[in-house]
């Protein structure tokens, strides 16, 4: 079994800041891409940022020059750091990860429960 537990969401002003962190665990042999996907109320889920197993990054031109994906392959842990938060940032943040649980297999892909993120005009 793998987990992702989300955490770091919380009320926050506009033009604050906000880091979420998702790390993994379980049965876990390697993992590759990981991400973060945002849902406002009323809408879709949307692809925020991603980043590959060897560091490559991907933002979404609406976060892109404020959040900032990283990752601690070490901890199997992915990081967003959010700045300049407007209430246009506010919803539920999921994390998503490819996840390859042995040797032999590959990969699947897994979301942690989602973390809130409300901003406050």
């Known amino acids: 079994q793998v987990q992702l537990v989300e955490s770091g969401g919380g009320l926050v002003r506009a033009g604050g800041s906000l880091r979420l962190s998702c790390a993994a665990s379980?049965?876990?042999?390697?993992?590759?891409?990981m991400g973060w996907y945002r849902q406002a109320p009323g809408k879709q889920r949307e692809l925020v940022a991603t980043?590959?197993?060897?560091?490559?990054?991907n933002h979404a031109d609406s976060v892109h020059g404020r959040f900032t994906i990283s990752r601690d392959s070490a901890k199997n842990t992915v990081y967003l750091q959010m700045s300049s938060l407007n209430p246009e940032d506010t919803g539920v943040y999921y994390c998503?990860?490819?996840?390859?649980?042995?040797?032999?297999?590959?990969?699947?892909?897994?979301w942690g429960r989602g973390t809130q993120v409300t901003v406050s005009s």
């Open positions: 980043i590959t197993g060897g560091g490559n990054t």
């Open positions: 379980g049965s876990i042999f390697s993992i590759n891409a």
């Open positions: 998503n990860a490819d996840i390859v649980s042995a040797w032999f297999s590959t990969g699947h892909s897994y």
